[in-house]
T-cell receptor
Framework: GAVVSQHPSRVICKSGTSVKIECRSL??????MFWYRQFPKQSLMLMAT?????????EQGVEKDKFLINHASLTLSTLTVTSAHPEDSSFYIC????????????FGSGTRLTVV | SQKIEQNSEALNIQEGKTATLTCNYT??????LQWYRQDPGRGPVFLLL?????KEKRKERLKVTFDTTLKQSLFHITASQPADSATYLC?????????????FGKGTHLIIQP
């Protein structure tokens, strides 16, 4: 079945530094990928839509200069959290919908970001 | 904006019984209503999808119903097993085109007790 690979699975960084998270579709091409954030015991919240070859679109309240998204190929999207602060600590998950099949979305395994 | 409510934060069910989870939404009906399973520290895994014009869908021990008048979906797991213990998420795909992502409920944490 369709697989989305996400790395790293967990990262600890110092406040003020930047962290890059990678999301790859392994066996299908994804012109669109999605980035979600999930706080403990909360729902997944869509942060942004990553579009191959064009600018990402961000949900209301998400700072585009803080969460940089690059979708340079049909199988790779990256999310960079710039100048991270403790309040950015969260579980980040990427997703894509395979072009064939059941219209369900495939999710990466998530990245646990802790900013200290 | 669309709000999604899932019936309870936690649901305890005895092994072998049927677990029934509820998802209610507030605004217009989605093109696809989807159910996912999420285990701790992992991304969601797709289980079932039901279309706006469908009433019921089944897959093995899973059954989903969709009532657009009530704005409600029910998710059933029959003959429940301890391995079914997880958080189950209801998600709305509003236009079905794959360009807008999903809107999720908070989830129901299901515990199947042996």
């Amino acid at each position: 079945g369709a697989v989305v690979s996400q790395h790293p699975s967990r990262v600890i960084c110092k406040s003020g530094t930047s962290v890059k998270i990678e999301c790859r579709s392994l066996d299908f091409q994804a012109t669109t990928m999605f980035w979600y954030r999930q706080f403990p015991k909360q729902s997944l919240m869509l942060m942004a839509t990553s579009n191959e070859g064009s600018k990402a679109t961000y949900e209301q309240g998400v700072e585009k200069d803080k969460f940089l998204i690059n979708h340079a190929s049909l199988t790779l999207s990256t999310l960079t959290v710039t100048s991270a602060h403790p309040e950015d600590s969260s579980f980040y998950i990427c997703s894509a919908r395979p072009p064939t099949g059941n219209y369900g979305y495939t999710f990466g395994s998530g990245t646990r970001l802790t900013v200290v | 904006s669309q709000k999604i409510e899932q019936n309870s934060e936690a649901l305890n069910i005895q092994e072998g019984k049927t677990a029934t989870l509820t998802c209610n939404y507030t605004n217009y009906s989605p093109a696809y209503l989807q159910w996912y399973r999420q285990d701790p520290g992992r991304g969601p895994v797709f289980l079932l999808l039901i279309r706006e014009n469908e009433k019921e869908k089944r897959k093995e021990r899973l059954k989903v119903t969709f009532d657009t008048t009530l704005k409600q979906s029910l998710f059933h797991i029959t003959a429940s097993q301890p391995a079914d213990s997880a958080t189950y998420l209801c998600a709305l795909d509003m236009d079905g085109g794959g360009a807008d992502g999903l809107t999720f409920g908070k989830g129901t944490h299901l515990i199947i007790q042996p």
